[in-house]
DNA sequence: TAGTCGTGGCG
DNA sequence: TCGCCAAGACT
């Protein structure tokens, strides 16, 4: 009788079997035309990998495109207005990203002369450049060996050795940094790190992952193990709170009123609707709309509010050019014009 | 260590 | 409809 559930002993491979392995599947069925990775400059890959974080592949491109036509060289979007960055930034999310990025390029153009560095220690004092992305643009933008532990390398490495962590805790996550520094080939590192972000992205996914495709299925622990539902071991959420939101809506022929919001929250320095903590007195709803944030849901309702005076007020066919929320663009793009 | 910080797609 | 998750950094 056949045991359908019987797996190889696994074994990992060594260092320079691993890399082999996973270069080759790389060149044959990894991601090769995506537009950061043609035509490969430094700047191209900061902004990419800004861009990149905690944010998908297909999401990006098209900003991607739009902001290299935009600020084409470091030095364009180093002089370049914060409006005119966020408003290139606006719908893409996690707005810091954007003043980082735009910091950066300040940063390179006036410390190196518009060069980014080649290497993880001088990178990472670039602004918004951590630990991943210090490492991902040596490796990408230089070709030089540099370790990249991402949310695809975590999931990779923990099923592949097996490493039964939390793994959002400093222990586990500096197992695989070290996991991942020791595997680091010295040669063809952009391929390399390249390979481990195609495999976690494409097979080795969160949930249903392809291990029949895979290159490293025979010696992968949690495959020999069957734990490959299970790793990695994620700590349980409590789920997010709902918050209530009331923004004020003052539209004329002249336009709507919109106030750029503080530096400090949720937001940071968006052109946004008027805000309010308690809900206007003697107002009329004129609407209401529903947002998820990563940490908290908006349930917010939108009065009929006419402001006094001296606020800004912008019509609505040149909202476009204002860096604004997603879901208040939306609302007032469903507004008669 | 844990919270903050967006948005869209997917099952 | 809802929870999960994505090329994380910063505080």
Same mark, same amino acid.
């Given at each position: ?202 097979? +080795? ?8 495709? +895979?290159?490293?299925?025979?010696? +992968? ?50 052109? +946004? ?65």
């Amino acid at each position: 009788m056949i045991d359908k559930t019987f797996r190889p002993k696994s074994t990992p491979l060594n260092p320079l079997e691993f890399s082999a392995t996973v270069t080759n599947w790389q060149r044959q069925y990894g991601r090769n035309d995506l537009p950061w990775q043609i035509n490969i400059t430094p700047y191209r890959v900061l902004v990419s990998e800004l861009m990149l974080q905690q944010t998908q592949v297909a999401t990006v491109i098209p900003y991607f495109e739009r902001w290299l036509q935009h600020f084409p060289t470091i030095e364009d979007l180093a002089t370049a207005s914060e409006d005119a960055v966020m408003a290139q930034w606006q719908g893409l999310g996690y707005y810091s990203r954007a003043r980082n990025l735009h910091k950066a390029a300040r940063y390179v153009v006036d410390e190196f002369a518009g060069q980014l560095p080649d290497n993880v220690d001088e990178l990472r004092e670039v602004p918004g450049v951590g630990p991943y992305t210090a490492g991902a643009i040596s490796a990408f933008a230089f070709n030089k060996p540099a370790a990249i532990v991402d949310g695809n390398v975590k999931r990779l490495f923990s099923r592949y050795f097996g490493i039964e962590g939390e793994i959002s805790s400093a222990k586990t996550n500096k197992t695989i940094w070290s996991l991942a520094e020791q595997y680091t080939p010295v040669t063809d590192s952009r391929r390399y790190a390249q390979a481990l972000l195609d495999l976690g992205a494409t097979v +080795c996914t969160p949930r249903a992952p392809s291990c029949q495709e +895979c290159p490293l299925q025979e010696s +992968c622990n949690a495959y020999a193990t069957d734990r490959v539902q299970i790793l990695p071991t994620k700590k349980m959420k409590s789920k997010i709170p709902t918050r209530s939101g009331n923004f004020l809506l003052d539209l004329t022929s002249d336009g709507v009123v919109l106030v750029q919001r503080s530096a400090d929250g949720i937001w940071p320095r968006l052109w +946004c609707l008027p805000e309010t903590d308690e809900p206007p007195k003697n107002a009329t709803i004129h609407g209401k709309f529903k947002h998820v944030f990563s940490h908290y849901k908006l349930d917010a309702t939108v009065f009929a509010q006419s402001i006094p005076n001296g606020a800004t007020r912008v019509h609505l066919d040149e909202i476009e050019s204002y860096g604004l929320p997603t879901p208040i663009r939306k609302y007032l793009n469903t507004l008669p014009t």
